[in-house]
């Protein structure tokens, strides 16, 4: 059996598993050190070891600006060990970095040896979640008889609820892109539309108000790339769910304000000011303190501006540049569904994080659901499109 062979096999039958785990064990089990153990076997492991043995796909990766971006920005974060703080566990850090880099690789693999499966490892996940999703809201609310003014936080190992939201909502994003952009028949359509007002009202019950934020963004971006009437109406409908929900909600939308995150991002911006350009290096912890509320708080409530303390102008400026372009490659690709359902995810990553996440750079989590994971599958979907170019050339 060559290398080629034994690369194959890992691709075609345990990096999809490792995937699936990746994408719906955080509802399900409620170790973290689990989940992550097995993260580490079934995907970052055996993307390594493809990558060793077949580096021709490696290379094959570095042609796509995506990737290489991305690579760009964690290369960055390595180099800010040699400038953070001196009790910073730089090796920890690295690691998280690397794991990174791998779980991109894994997705890059996995549709290179099984093209398709990604789409549909996506779509079973969201199953997965609706359905756990509706279970959880009737074990709370109906079983254990709490309130609806109650917050579900979910299941397995999920412990905030805005957190929780932001997942949903990811999957959410994803099953109204991908039913937009593909002829889907009428009992696939009742299938969809279940899963989506699913994992809709759980988002709902989590009283969180950024994914509804997001959600707004993805609308304003499906209806930029996707200009049709059944775009429209499909909007108009998320919408009208929203503009109900706000109509009866609205005194609980408004009444916990920003829930002091100004204030919190004021005294953020204030530490970042001592090191602008290069930031204070990844893992440093972040300490902010609220002196009307006599509190400090532990991270910036903003994944970009942690991104920002960590790495600096410099840092942003690479993050924004990568967004730059995978806007420029959505907007280029009208019939790539990985690319078409990809960017939507992003966008909506990239909303919610304004209100939640200390760090880009950690183990996998549920922020992995807003930047990692839509990065991977378009820079998946940007290698594959350019090798068969180059089959087409020669």
Known sequence: MNYSTIAKLIGQYILPPGFLVFLT???IIESRSGYHTQLYLLTSL??????????????????????????????????????????????????????????SL??????????????????????VWAGVGLLELYTVYYQQGRPLSSRIVGSGSLSNPLLSSHVYGAFATFIA??????????????????????????????????PLLALFAVCACLLLKHRNKQVAYAVLFLLALLAIYATFNYSFLIERGLSYRPDIWLAAFKDIQSAPIIGHGIGTEMFFFIPSLNTTFSDSHNVHISLIYQLGITGIIIWLTLIAYLFRLYLKNTHNSLISTGFPMLIYGVTAGMTEGGSFFSRPKEVWFLTWLPIAMLAAAEIHQQSQNNNDKH
Not at 68 to 88: G, H, Q, Y
Not at 106 to 127: D, M, N, S
């Open 25 to 27: 064990f955080l509802c």
């Open 46 to 103: 055996p993307a390594l070891i493809i990558s060793i043995i077949q580096p021709k796909l490696v290379i094959n990766a570095l042609q796509s600006t995506t990737f290489k971006l991305s690579c760009l920005l964690c290369a960055f974060a390595l180099i800010s060990t040699l400038w953070n703080k001196s009790e910073v566990v730089d090796f920890r850090e690295i690691r998280y970095v690397i794991n990174i880099i791998l779980f």
């Open 106 to 127: 894994a997705i890059t693999y996995i549709h290179h040896y099984r093209q398709g499966v990604l789409e549909k490892l996506v779509f079973f996940a969201a199953a």
């Open 177 to 210: 892109s991908h039913y937009l952009i593909n002829n889907i028949q009428l009992r696939s359509k009742l299938l969809y539309l279940v899963i989506f007002l699913s994992l809709m009202i759980f988002i709902v019950q989590t009283h969180s108000r950024t």
